[in-house]
């Protein structure tokens, strides 16, 4: 069924939005929160969404702007939340993980925390464990949160303004589906190139 709805996500929202009118802005924020604020449900849509959202405000009576900063709050709220919940259950982290592994964790989330939180925004999957990471390593709850801003904003917007403006091409609108499909391998590519320059790295 998700995947059903992925690969079909386009007719999928605009039903949605045909039947549910303005609380379809309710429904996406939710999608999108849990997307990114809960652990457990990291195969939710994000890219795929927003840009098909963004396609469909084009023609529908959903609003650019309004749909803009509904979806950048629900990523920012979504991802303290999720940072918050790792700061949680780090104490039991601290029971069940080397010492060693964590102290990494949070060395590298001082060195690189602010460039992770927003790259990991356009990778799926990982943009829902990062700042669960990010909170069992204590990372700095300012530059979490100022970090998790810009991701926010720019990960939202990109998908949004490029779904709004070109999603409605007809070589684009007629095959939705590849489209999904292709947004989904490029989101993961960057993830898959670094996993593979850290396994070849250790031959």
């Known amino acids: 069924m998700i995947i059903d709805f992925i690969l079909n996500i386009d007719k999928h929202l605009a039903s949605i939005v045909s039947a549910y009118g303005s609380l379809t802005y309710l429904i996406l924020f939710l999608i999108i929160f849990c997307e990114v604020g809960l652990v457990i449900t990291p195969f939710l849509p994000g890219d795929s969404l927003l840009f098909v959202a963004g396609a469909i405000s084009s023609i529908t009576s959903l609003n650019i702007v309004l749909l803009f900063i509904i979806c950048a709050c629900a990523a920012i709220i979504g991802n303290i939340i999720n940072y918050y919940i790792g700061i949680y259950f780090s104490s ?33 999957i990982i943009r ?9 390593g204590k990372m700095n709850p300012f530059k979490f949160i100022s970090y998790s801003i810009i991701g926010g904003i720019l990960w939202t917007g990109l998908f949004l303004f490029v779904g709004y403006f070109f999603g409605n091409i007809p070589i684009i609108k007629d095959n939705f589906s590849i489209v999904v499909i292709i947004i989904i391998i490029l989101s993961l590519l960057p993830a898959l190139i670094e996993y593979l320059r850290i396994k070849l790295s250790r031959h």
């Open 92 to 124: 039991l982290a601290l029971r069940h993980i080397n010492p060693l592994y964590l102290e990494k964790t949070n060395k590298f989330y001082e060195k690189y925390g602010g460039f992770t939180i927003i790259a990991s925004r356009f990778m799926p």
């Open 128 to 136: 829902t464990f990062a700042p669960f990471i990010a909170g069992v």
